[in-house]
């Protein structure tokens, strides 16, 4: 129910010095960038396979987390980026007990592969992004919807299209094929997919996630709008009155926008607001999010 | 290629190349070629069946008859153009039918371990053995339903194994390819004699116990136990007679248990509602706090007349007098303290112990407590040869010692009904799913304590073992927040006693 990779869709627009993995912009060479973000995010509706319900032994579930950011521009063309949040659980009724933990950390590299003026009313961009996840602490992904994480290393291949206009629109297109690599849980044996496994290694469905943004930035705002889709290319569904389970199909369709300022000179600091709702789903929690950071560049 | 491109490009060669998804499973069973062929099985005591001769198999036609020839053509035809399905099927089988039919008993369990969802009144949905294709769907095979699951098919399956093993010295027919060395022995073949086939024998009644344990599974259960009856012909191991007598001596013997099933309790074991009120009356009346479900909308408590049903090695009196003493009252300052030691357990949990709890869950959509056991024996049967009786007589003992682990756990469940940590104190969570029926003493210990004892008494050199997961599944359940200290150890001492009553049957029984 959990909704995998949710950290890896902040966005950040082209102002924060790109520290996002699916925006269009890289970090310009030799600068540090790097920053807090808060999220909470909830939800009082989930999907049980495609059936929409609530839980009274769950009442609202509620996910915080830190996360921390760092990005790095190696050349004008090469960022990498790392992310590692903290991430706490919490079931407001039943009797289950939350979970907390650091989550997974992130490492990526994107690279610009395109950079040159479209028509006369913009320059038109293109990257490619790999991105390695892995497990930053021992946490278990046996207790879902409560589990702070599904503890698989994954890697992700990603290409996003930018079109920035002159008169500050700007449209971006990203799309992600995502790998993931065996869960090993603490049990012998699990049931998934209709059958009785006798192991404690779970295969993990590969991911497809895009995302559209359109947006507006001049000078030290920037507002985007996005909608991205998650599509798990397998897994199957939480069965009537089951518990989710780590392999499962989690697929959701979520809009967000988000208000990014920089603050003027000297402070080299930027702040970003940001909300995003789940409009349907699959095997998740239709979850609403709320996310804060605070941005901070360095030049050397 | 650009310089800066090779560190990224070397990252995605080094994860695709982790992210292989091939699973490795613990339970591989290569193909059964048993340490010894048991051929005094025949005699060894009988459960339930008044003796081996309680079904007669009338005598097979000679090995020199003409029907004996042309069913050993048949084979030979048969064997000339084996697809690789069947040779699949054949390979799957090899493994053992008692050890195969188990695992697949295993994956029931867990397919229909599912609690009914809640009506929109806040009501429950009971499921009905009539209707097994409905919502909820039947059984609730939750952990008293499969410990009795189990040991209905073990049972069953050992006493028509050992009425086979007579009825195969009586008679001395020999396996096909050592009568016909054109036909092949795609199976281990041994000098046990081939009439009645024990694989058809096992198919015959599996299929009849599942189905009535099952219903709802009748499709894939009646073609897995086609595919081993086609298994035993196809590999050379069984004639279409050996096929068709032990078939009708498996299903003739499953009659009795099906009978017996039907009649031992279960029906009422759900309870009713006047019945669920008096047990909290009762508490009550006694001083004490009673159970109160903790879940939302309340649900009725699991299987409240479990306590009822009819046990295999214990009398009635047997269940009355092992039971362990009452638990702490709940006014107690001992309940107090070992309230805070849950508390206190579960706010500071080690990863171990976390890893622990999740090892031992066994909840709901899993094989349960008993299927664990049956996990863990398997391994042993298998890495031990035993002939295809003999694991069903470990499997038996097993499973009747967990059977009336659960009658005499529950039967204390429900005389006390005592409430759960979090009840008594609500700022306990649970690092694992909460069981919805009294807390005193824990299914957990009791199951795995008879379950060890057994074990320990047939495969000595795993006692050890065998204990230290008896005391990892029963200590499981305070790091999850679940039971008190006293419900694990009263509950161990009990299922300890439990076991006795079918280490002393075996003892007896003339395997040994």
């Known amino acids: ?300 | 290629m650009r310089p800066t491109l090779r560190p990224f490009l070397l990252a995605v060669a080094v994860m695709t190349a982790g992210c292989d998804h091939t699973i490795t499973f613990s339970e591989a069973l290569p193909p059964l070629d048993a340490a010894s062929l048991d051929s005094t099985a025949g005699s060894w005591q009988m459960i339930v069946l008044s003796g081996p001769t309680q079904f007669t198999v009338a005598a097979p036609a000679a090995e020199t008859s003409a029907a004996y020839s042309a069913e050993l053509a048949a084979i030979k035809t048969a064997q000339t153009h084996l697809t690789a399905t069947q040779r699949r099927v054949i390979e799957y089988w090899a493994g053992g039918g008692v050890l195969r039919w188990n695992q697949i008993l295993r994956g029931l369990v867990a397919r229909f371990n599912l609690p009914p969802a809640p009506r929109a009144d806040g009501t429950y949905p009971v499921p009905d053995p009539e209707n097994p294709f409905a919502d909820p769907q039947f059984p609730f095979a939750n952990p008293p339903y499969a410990a009795r699951a189990y040991s209905y098919v073990s049972v069953a399956q050992y006493e028509a194994l050992k009425a086979a093993w007579y009825w195969k010295y009586q008679y001395h027919r020999r396996s096909p390819s050592k009568v016909d060395t054109g036909v092949l022995a795609l199976m281990p073949v041994s000098d046990l004699p081939a009439y009645p086939s024990e694989d058809a024998v096992l198919s015959g009644v599996t299929v009849e116990m599942l189905k009535a344990l099952f219903p709802a599974a009748v499709e894939e259960i009646t073609q897995r136990a086609a595919e081993q009856r086609n298994a035993a012909l196809w590999s050379g191991k069984a004639t279409a007679s050996d096929i068709a007598a032990g078939l009708a001596l498996g299903k003739s013997v499953a009659a009795v248990f099906v009978a017996r099933a039907g009649a031992d309790g279960m029906k009422n074991a759900v309870g009713t509602k006047a019945q669920w009120q008096a047990l909290a009356d009762t508490a009550v009346a006694h001083g004490e706090i009673p159970w109160i479900s903790q879940e939302s909308p309340p649900r009725p408590p699991m299987l409240a007349n479990f306590g009822q049903v009819q046990t295999w090695l214990m009398t009635p009196t047997d269940v009355v007098t092992e039971r362990p003493p009452a638990p702490p009252s709940t006014g107690s300052p001992q309940m107090q303290q070992e309230l805070a030691e849950v508390h206190r357990t579960v706010e500071h949990l080690s990863q171990p112990q976390l890893a622990i709890a999740y090892k031992w869950n066994d909840g709901a959509a899993t094989y349960t407590p008993p299927g664990h056991w049956n996990d863990i024996a398997t391994e042993y049967i298998r890495d031990a040869r035993m002939s295809e009786v003999r694991s069903a007589r470990t499997l038996a003992l097993l499973n009747m010692a967990m059977l009336d682990a659960a009658v005499g756990c529950w039967g204390v469940k429900f005389l006390y009904f005592n409430p759960r940590p979090g009840q008594l104190d609500p700022t306990i969570k649970t690092v694992i799913g909460l069981p919805n029926f009294p807390s005193y003493p824990s299914g957990h210990s009791t199951f795995s304590s008879a379950a060890a004892t057994v074990l320990s008494y047939v495969f000595p050199s795993g006692a050890p073992a065998f204990d230290a997961m008896r005391d990892e599944a029963s200590i499981s359940r305070l790091y999850g927040g679940i039971h008190y200290r006293s419900d694990i150890e009263r509950g161990k001492e009990h299922g300890g006693r439990i076991g006795g009553y079918a280490v002393r049957f075996g003892q007896g029984d003339g395997a040994n």
């Open chain 1, 1 to 300: 129910m959990r909704t995998a990779n949710v950290l890896w869709l902040l966005l950040v627009p082209a102002t924060m010095q790109a520290q996002t993995i699916d925006d269009g912009a890289t970090i310009p060479r030799r600068t540090l960038g790097t920053g807090l973000v808060y999220a909470h995010e909830s939800w009082s509706q989930y999907w049980e396979g495609t059936l929409k319900r609530d839980n009274q032994n769950i009442g609202t579930l509620t996910t915080q987390s830190v996360m921390w950011t760092g990005g790095y521009g190696v050349t004008d063309r090469l960022s990498v980026m790392t992310m590692l949040p903290y991430v706490r659980t919490n079931a407001s009724q039943g009797p289950l007990h939350g979970m907390d933990g650091v989550q997974d950390i992130t490492l990526a590299a994107k690279y610009q592969l395109l950079s040159t003026p479209f028509t006369d009313r913009g320059t038109l961009r293109a990257f490619v992004v790999g991105a390695v996840g892995i497990p930053a602490s021992n946490y278990t992904p046996d207790f879902l919807p409560l589990s702070i994480g599904l503890a698989s290393r994954q890697f992700s291949g990603r290409f996003t299209l930018n079109f920035q206009a002159h008169q500050g629109w700007f449209l971006n297109g990203s799309v992600a094929h995502t790998w993931r690599a065996n869960v090993t849980l603490d049990r012998p044996a699990y049931y998934t997919n209709g059958q009785l496994y006798l192991s404690n290694e779970v295969a993990m469905p590969d991911v497809f996630d895009y995302t559209v943004t359109v947006g507006y930035q001049r000078g030290r705002l920037s507002i985007p709008i996005s909608l991205s889709q998650q599509r798990t290319l397998g897994g199957s569904d939480i069965r009537r009155q089951d518990m989710p389970f780590v392999s499962n199909r989690m697929d959701f369709v979520r809009v967000g926008g988000q208000l990014m300022y920089t603050l003027p000179a000297p402070t080299k600091l930027g702040i970003h607001l940001g909300m995003s709702r789940i409009v349907s789903g699959r095997n998740v929690g239709q979850s609403t999010t709320l996310t804060g950071g605070v941005f901070h560049t360095f030049q050397f």
